[in-house]
Structure formats: structure tokens, C-alpha cells
């Protein structure tokens, strides 16, 4: 019975099964190469909501006498919930990533402070720091983009409702200022989605196989 193994022989067991690859660093370095590589699937499709929504904006916004005016804010609806729920899938895959990372990062720490090898301990540090760097920067881009995010939606959900109040031809020109502001700001949301798909993939690619 493996209670019965003497000390030495428990070593032997453990390390034969790291050798084996069975260790639970490659399961962590497996986890966050799995978690990473969601995101800029997610962030891509994010990106071709908010290019809907754009154009649903620019129609209503260069809208006269002869468009239906209920057509275009029905499809402006259908698109601003498509970016809603493409940018909630963005900011979930992204947490699940930067989760995993840290998660990896404090183990991986854990375990290499066992090492008595001091040049094996500095290599495994230096390793240790690029996949932290890697992760912070996940982190960060996905603050930004919550902000930017977060207040592209409120502005957006805003410019809805003022339209679902008054969609007659003054009404919608009178909300043409906002709108002018939402699709001037798009490139600032892109460039969110971007930044965070990219920093995304550099964590992939410091732990994957």
C-alpha cells in the first residue's frame, strides 16, 4: 500500500510522475494557455458588433423624410445588444485569463522556492517574471477597456432611450450631437478590443508549449 512506502521511495514516486508529465504546473500552464486563447476570439467578435452599431448610427444619423425611421432604430436596438453581450463575453474571458495567470504565477513561485539549485532558481525566476509582466499587462488593458467600455454602453443606452421617447424627424435630429460623439469614439473602444486581445496572446505565448 502507498502508506506503507518509506520517505525516500514517496520522493521517488512524486518526482517519477513529474517526469512523467503529470505534474500540476503543466496542468496550470495548460489552463491559462486555454483561458488566454478565448479572448481575442471574443474580442473579434466584440469588434464586429461595435462596426454594426457604428453603421446603425451613421443611418440614423443621416437619416431624412424618405427613411423609416422605425427600421433603423430597430436595427440600432438589435445591434446595441449584440455589443452588450460581445463585450460582457470579452471582460469574462479576459478575467478567466488574467485568473488563470495569477494563479499559475503564485504556484509556480511556491514551488520553484523548493529549488536548491541556485542557477535552476534564477532561471525559473526570470521565467516567473516574464509571465507576471505578461499578465499585469492583461490586466491593465482589460481595466481599460472596462472604462471605455462601460461608458461607450451608458452613452449609447442613453442615445436609446432618448430616440425610443421621440423617433420623429426633430427627434432624431435633435439627438444628432450624441450620436456624432458615439461614432467618434468607436476608435477609442476598438482600440481597447485590440489592446486587450494582443496582451492577451503574449501571455499565451510565454506559456504555451
Avoid at 521517488?12 to 483561458?35: E, F, M
Avoid at 532561471?123 to 482589460?142: C, P, W, Y
Wanted: net charge neutral.
Amino acid at each position: 500500500m502507498l502508506k506503507s512506502l518509506s520517505f525516500p521511495a514517496t520522493i521517488l514516486v512524486c518526482s517519477l510522475a513529474v517526469i512523467a508529465g503529470c505534474g500540476t504546473g503543466q496542468d496550470r500552464s495548460a489552463a491559462t494557455t486555454k483561458a488566454t486563447a478565448t479572448v481575442p476570439a471574443d474580442a473579434n467578435k466584440a469588434t464586429s458588433s461595435l462596426d454594426q452599431v457604428v453603421m446603425s448610427l451613421k443611418s440614423i444619423r443621416d437619416a431624412n423624410d424618405q427613411n423609416n425611421l422605425k427600421k433603423l432604430f430597430a436595427n440600432l436596438q438589435t445591434h446595441a445588444n449584440g455589443l452588450e453581450g460581445t463585450l460582457a463575453d470579452v471582460e469574462a474571458s479576459s478575467a478567466s485569463a488574467v485568473a488563470a495567470g495569477k494563479d499559475q504565477i503564485e504556484k509556480w513561485h511556491k514551488d520553484a522556492d523548493t529549488f536548491t539549485d541556485a542557477d535552476l532558481r534564477k532561471a525559473s525566476s526570470q521565467r516567473e517574471g516574464e509571465l507576471r509582466k505578461s499578465v499585469d499587462e492583461l490586466s491593465s488593458s482589460r481595466s481599460t477597456l472596462a472604462t471605455v467600455g462601460t461608458a461607450y454602453r451608458a452613452k449609447l443606452a442613453e442615445t436609446l432611450k432618448a430616440l425610443d421617447l421621440d423617433l420623429s424627424q426633430q427627434g432624431v435630429k435633435s439627438v444628432n450631437a450624441i450620436v456624432s460623439r458615439l461614432i467618434n469614439d468607436e476608435p477609442d473602444l476598438r482600440s481597447a478590443l485590440t489592446e486587450v486581445a494582443e496582451k492577451s496572446q503574449a501571455v499565451n505565448k510565454v506559456v504555451r508549449p
